[in-house]
């Protein structure tokens, strides 16, 4: 499982953001910015701060620090201070001329007036203080921290990220969190920085801070989605590496992330049937074979209204949970939508194979030689078969003749010289791609042209094309990648490669 999707760009989502959490601001909060008069003419000059030229800010906010904190932990009410102190701050924050190297006595202080001040870090501390004290008043004090400066970094954090600048991209996004660390995208982009140093727990441990972030506003509800899918697909890369107990732990924790997506997202969300597809793989890895048999069951009792693709997936999740009749009954569903399916043809010829139905999908065994004829795999299934329907044949002849065809397939699955391998078929209404590589089994250089059939539903050729790849060593691979144009393509098939 390797599906992550970083995040490649914030631009309007995050402006919605900076209102978002206006809207939600919790009734139940009463911070009272009345008493003593320090705050009550605090809350009023801030007021006025926010209208004034940055110069005439700075002298208003120096004043405000200075009445608030001179008495220190003496003045009443701390939490109404606390509040008039950040909201003071993340002004400052939020204005852009705003000097980098401030010291305390700069802003107000009394004390230590030399020692460097990080105004982020000030505006954070006191906000934290406020909602330690008021948990209930996260909402109001979000409509702090959710604004320009936050904005600004986050931007510039998510910029650095697309542009490749790690370190950088980092430390803003470090700077996002600190500013306000109830918004989702900055653990979003320093999980995308783990995971492109391939340090997978950190990686799924911002991912669910992300998801977790996300709760604390609507408007971050794709975000939450996406999150909660990534962290399906990162606990899910770790249980397939891990064994045993610690296995099972991961896989379940990763069907609990799907579950959560599938549960929230619209039924048009682009990843659902991705989702669906790993939750019954992790279903399968944690030994739940009910749960698996649940993901498939709407799709098993109304085949018709999913796509082939959906019907594939619903066939692998009955085959994982060792249900190859429902597997079969799929697959064929699919295959009537598309004779020609590559891997509506394998999957249906290896569960026939798995649960002893030779006959009925001897056809399908033969069709796929057809299209993917340089795959030893198909061969291996085809000499199954008919090593099958073998054993079933009392007369002679026919057993003889079935013992011929078992061995011609055995031969080429053990001696095929050349190996197709498909990575990737991708179909559009006006075009199509077919991507893989090629294996040269041989003890000589190979020089290889592969002439690929595109094919409409009916299996009419709509194009056909050829690459030439190689030469390639011996014992060595060379990619490949064929392009097509041309109306309703939806499926291909190569010619044998010798």
């Known amino acids: 499982m390797n599906l992550y999707r970083s995040l490649t760009a914030l631009g309007g989502a995050v402006a919605l953001a900076a209102t978002g959490a206006r809207a939600q601001q919790a009734k139940s909060c009463e911070i009272d910015e009345s008493k003593p008069k ?115 970094v986050t931007q510039k954090a998510s910029n650095l990220f697309n542009a490749g600048q790690t370190d950088s991209a980092s430390y803003y996004a470090q700077r996002s969190m600190l500013l306000d660390p109830q918004a989702p995208y900055a653990y979003s982009i320093l999980a995308s920085l783990a995971q492109k140093n391939n340090d997978i727990p950190k990686a799924i441990e911002y991912t669910r801070q992300a998801a977790e972030a996300a709760k604390s506003d609507t408007v971050f509800n794709e975000q939450r989605r996406l999150s909660l899918f990534n962290l399906g697909i990162l606990l899910g890369s770790r249980a397939e590496a891990a064994t045993g107990d610690e296995q099972k732990k991961l896989a379940q924790e990763s069907v609990t992330a799907f579950r959560s997506f599938i549960a929230e997202a619209p039924a048009t969300d682009e990843n659902m049937t991705s989702a669906r597809s790993s939750l019954a793989r992790m279903l399968s890895v944690a030994g739940d074979t009910a749960g698996v048999k649940a993901t498939y069951a709407a799709v098993l009792a109304n085949p018709a209204n999913y796509s082939e693709y959906e019907l594939i997936q619903a066939g692998l999740a009955a085959s994982r949970a060792g249900k190859d009749s429902d597997a079969i009954s799929l697959f064929k569903v699919a295959l009537n939508q598309n004779p ?89 209404p006006t075009s199509a791609s077919l991507g893989g590589t090629i294996e040269n089994r041989g003890t000589a250089a190979g020089s290889y042209a592969l002439t690929v059939q595109f094919l409409d539903k009916a299996g009419n050729v709509v194009a056909t094309q050829t690459t030439n790849v190689g030469p390639v060593a011996p014992k060595a691979t060379a990619d490949f990648k064929v392009d097509a144009t041309g109306a309703n393509i939806v499926a291909f098939r190569y010619q044998p490669l010798k």
């Open 38 to 152: 320090e705050v009550a003419t605090a809350s009023f000059m801030l007021t006025q701060a926010r209208g004034q030229q940055p110069q005439k800010r700075m002298e208003t906010i120096r004043k405000v620090v200075k009445s608030l904190t001179e008495k220190g932990d003496a003045l009443a009410n701390p939490a109404g201070r606390n509040y008039q102190l950040g909201k003071a701050f993340y002004i400052l924050v939020d204005d852009s001329t705003t000097a980098s190297n401030l010291t305390r006595g700069d802003l107000g202080f009394t004390t230590n007036t030399t020692a460097p001040a990080d105004v982020g870090f000030l505006a954070d501390s006191v906000m934290r203080q406020v909602e330690s004290a008021m948990p209930e008043c996260k909402s109001l004090t979000s409509t702090w921290r959710r604004q320009q400066g936050w904005l600004r």
């Open 340 to 428: 020609y399916s590559r891997d509506a043809l394998y999957n249906l010829s290896a569960s026939g194979f798995n649960s002893g139905q030779f006959s009925t999908v001897l056809p399908s065994v033969k069709r796929l030689s057809e299209v993917d004829p340089n795959n030893p795999e198909v061969w291996r299934i085809m000499a199954g078969v008919y090593q099958g329907l073998n054993k079933a044949e009392k007369n002679t002849k026919i057993k003889a003749a079935l013992t011929d065809t078992l061995l011609q397939a055995y031969n080429k699955y053990e001696k095929l010289p050349t190996v197709v391998t498909i990575k990737s078929f991708n179909k559009n």
